[in-house]
């Protein structure tokens, strides 16, 4: 069975039902369109380009499976060259650029064909498509002075309330413009085969990045907005996270690839913060930090909009090479509920699933509802790691309230953790340890589930700390770690070539093992 993930005027996307994670079930088939044979490809996830808008064709996937589709309408087609954009690398095209945005009528598409498009940061606006077409760059000015200071928050003239503009790591505090930005806009689609490269690598933001006060440009931000899709497209060489929606609402991310040197730092591939409705499809991340982290800010942002990141799906992705394929927080002072995460594959990540809070997120921030479901994991570190200890980012990192073990009151600041599923994975290669779950004993993690789960070893496999946090001790070959923990529950769980017990539960009120 084939659905349509999304149909634009030039480009579609479509994914392959079936239950085996990222690849296809039967290797590698051929995709025909109209009954002309224009792909090949073993991904569970396709996507076809150049196609003419408002027109029905016909796709077939190995002469099986058949499907028809009908591209969307736009009003009008424009080539960034006809407004002087030049795309020889040299020549600073962001006068060009901006002006085709500004004068692309609703529903238009500006379209970039082969060429290197030097930019500083660009505004974008509602109702347009950007496509970049196979072989077209969009790539970063390296010089800082070009990326404008976005105020954090203002105050209306009239009513005095905030105004959100800008943000980093949870806080409203003031931050370089992004090379693609937009606030308060609506419909946006950027598609297609080219590349956006923050040029990151040939510029100043990836030295010294601990001193710097203002926050670092992401590739694409939007604040507010509602119904992005990102379609095809590689991003690569942010100077900080890549790609970063801020309470914004209906989004979809189908076929992105998202590149950066593994030891670049903070280039998470895609950082949902306070959204809602948000689908990654198809995608594959290979970057320097967290592959997806998904957040709601710090507590000051979480008690003032109590918005949580709600409501999103990962689905048929691959991610390679991050410290955690899929993170939450640690800015999840908002809560986040309703996640589920099926049909993917992580690679040599340090951590599969990777839950960051501590004491001081506030009594807003909830993690409710998170499903792990059919996923492969090969070389990672520790597979799933729940830590209400981390001890990152914030300064009373090292304060004796977040190092205490001892029960401690519950209060404003105290944060919740609810019901989690892990269940059909198999975990190949670990080497630190298969689980490490550790809540606070004030407010243990409500429920966990471990269901139909292999987890092997590294015959080399070397110690590291599981979950950063105070005091942490290093492990190898350890098995399934459980502390403060109201319900437990591990069925039909194997852990082979473990070093120790294989089920470590401390503090936890009910145990079922099956």
């Known amino acids: 069975m084939i659905n349509t993930l999304y149909a634009g005027p030039v480009s579609a996307c479509f994914e392959l039902e079936n239950n085996s994670p990222y690849y296809a079930e039967k290797g590698e088939y051929t995709v025909s369109l109209n009954g002309k044979e224009v792909l090949k490809t073993n991904t569970n996830v396709f996507s076809l380009f150049s196609l ?38 040299e020549h600073d095209d962001t ?71 800008g943000t980093w790591e949870g806080n409203s505090i003031p931050m370089h413009q992004a090379l693609l930005f937009a606030e308060y806009a609506e419909d946006i689609r950027i598609v297609g085969q080219g590349t956006i490269d923050g040029n990151a690598q040939n510029s100043v933001w990836w030295i010294n990045v601990k001193e710097r006060v203002i926050g670092r440009p992401r590739i694409l931000f939007t604040n507010r907005c509602k119904n992005i899709t990102l379609h095809g497209v590689t991003v690569q060489n942010a100077a900080s996270w890549q790609l970063h929606p801020y309470f914004s609402q209906n989004l979809d991310f189908l076929d992105v690839s998202v590149n950066a040197p593994k030891d670049s730092p903070n280039t998470d591939a895609l950082d949902p913060e306070a959204c809602d409705m948000v689908n990654i499809i198809g995608c594959k991340f290979s970057v320097g930090d967290d592959c997806i982290a998904i957040k709601s800010g710090k507590i000051e942002i979480g008690k003032k909009y109590k918005t949580p990141a709600n409501r999103h799906t990962i689905r048929n992705c691959i ?66 790691v729940i830590n209400m200890w981390y001890n990152c980012c914030d300064p009373d990192r090292y304060s004796e309230y977040n190092t205490i073990r001892d029960k401690l009151p519950v209060d404003d600041r105290t944060p919740y953790l609810g019901k989690f599923t892990f269940k059909d994975m198999v975990c190949e290669n670990c080497q630190v340890a298969a689980c490490y779950c550790d809540g606070l004993p004030e407010q243990p993690i409500e429920e966990i589930t471990v269901e139909n789960i292999k987890f092997t070893y590294d015959e080399n496999a070397q110690p590291g700390v599981p979950a950063m946090k105070n005091n942490a001790e290093k492990l190898c070959r350890a098995g399934m770690y459980f502390d403060n923990v109201k319900k437990l529950t591990v069925k039909n769980v194997e852990v082979t070539g473990n070093d120790g017990e294989a089920l470590m539960a401390n503090h936890v009120d009910t145990l079922i093992k099956e």
């Open 95 to 165: 006068v060009n650029i901006q002006t085709a945005i500004n004068c692309l009528p609703m529903g238009g598409r500006l379209h970039f064909p082969k060429g290197t498009y030097s930019t500083a940061p660009l505004n974008l606006k509602s109702h347009i498509v950007i496509e970049l077409s196979e072989g077209a760059v969009l790539l970063g000015n390296t010089d800082p002075d070009r990326y404008p200071v976005i105020p954090g928050a203002l105050n209306d003239l009239e009513t005095g309330e905030l105004v959100q503009l």
């Open 319 to 384: 991610m390679q090479f991050g410290h955690g394929a899929i993170t939450l927080g640690s800015e999840m002072a908002g809560g986040v509920k309703n996640l589920t995460v099926n049909r993917c594959i992580f690679n040599h990540t340090d951590r599969g699933l990777r839950i960051k809070t501590r004491r001081g997120r506030g009594k807003d921030a909830i993690i409710d509802g998170v499903l792990f479901e059919n996923i492969k994991m090969d070389g990672v570190l520790t597979p799933i």
């Open 52 to 89: 003419k808008p408002d027109t029905e064709y016909k796709l077939t996937v190995s002469g099986e499976s058949e499907i028809t589709f009908t591209t969307a309408k736009e009003t009008c087609a424009v080539n960034v060259r006809d407004f002087g954009a030049v795309g020889d690398g």
